[in-house]
């Protein structure tokens, strides 16, 4: 998952090879919905890692991702050769350690224009469904973006937590920018979520809101904001489907 609303596709290995682990594949793919045709997918940096069953990915505060697992390093010490009494646990010498210990840091390229990140000041700790809030944001830079990311839950390389929203900015007010939680759980369950502001499409360091259930709490907007085609009954921006894992 990009902190833009780009697709993040993890390596993997061959389809339909899973059990034997065949040639893991260590590029990144980068999937942008809104690309013409025949250009969504860009291929980027390869992955120093292979990843493979067991494996999985996930989104940081920072707006890197990280990638950790896999358990078929040493294939032929589960296939053909495992049994469940010599091999898991691994036993009489038999199996070696089939399973990746390392963890790997993917830099995407919003992160590597050169350009200064915009910064959140101030954030609620907490929100519930609906409420119109505000943050606080560094005032010499210009917010065109706020993105609301779900924390993760992640196993057998599929994300099943996975949400992304984009939020719609009501108004500017100085260093102030008033923005609308999603309005009920189907769209947005409640717990924690990463958010996002971005200048030019450089992301900020995150902060995270813990989102309830519970009555509507509104801030008032001032009238001399800068309003932002301000519509109150409408959460705007794109609610995506999420992400491809490339296994």
């Not at 793919?29 to 292979?50: C, E, I, R």
């Not at 009494?85 to 224009?113: G, H, K, M, W």
């Not at 560094?138 to 839950?153: G, H, K, L, M, N």
């Not at 992304?164 to 309005?183: D, H, R, T, V």
């Amino acid at each position: 998952m990009y902190v833009n609303g780009a697709a993040f596709g993890v390596a993997g290995g061959n389809q339909g090879e899973v059990q034997y682990a065949h040639d893991p594949v260590l590029a990144a793919d980068l999937h942008d919905p809104f690309a013409p045709s025949g250009k969504q997918w860009t291929t980027l940096a390869n992955a120093t890692v292979s990843r493979m069953y067991h494996s999985g990915a996930l989104l940081l505060e920072t707006g890197h991702v990280i990638t950790f697992g896999s358990e078929m390093h040493n294939v032929m010490d589960y296939y053909p050769l495992r049994t469940a009494s010599t091999c898991f646990p691994a036993t009489e010498n038999v199996c070696t350690d089939a399973f990746e210990y390392q963890i790997e840091r993917f830099t995407p390229p919003y992160l590597l224009t050169g350009k200064a990140r915009p910064i959140i000041h101030d954030a609620p700790e907490s929100l519930t469904h609906g409420s119109i809030f505000h943050i606080i944001v560094e005032s010499s830079q210009a917010i065109d973006r706020v993105t609301f990311i779900r924390y993760s839950t992640t196993t057998h390389n599929l994300n099943t937590d996975q949400r992304f929203i984009e939020l719609e900015i009501l108004a500017y007010f100085g260093s102030k920018i008033y923005l609308q939680m999603p309005p009920n759980s189907a769209i947005a369950p409640p717990g924690n979520w990463h958010l996002f502001i971005l200048s030019d499409g450089v992301p900020s360091i995150s902060k995270t809101i813990n989102l309830q259930n519970g009555p509507v709490k509104n801030v008032d907007i001032p009238r001399e904001s800068r309003n932002n085609a301000m519509n109150l009954g409408r959460i705007g921006g794109n609610i995506l489907a999420l992400i491809f894992w490339g296994f």
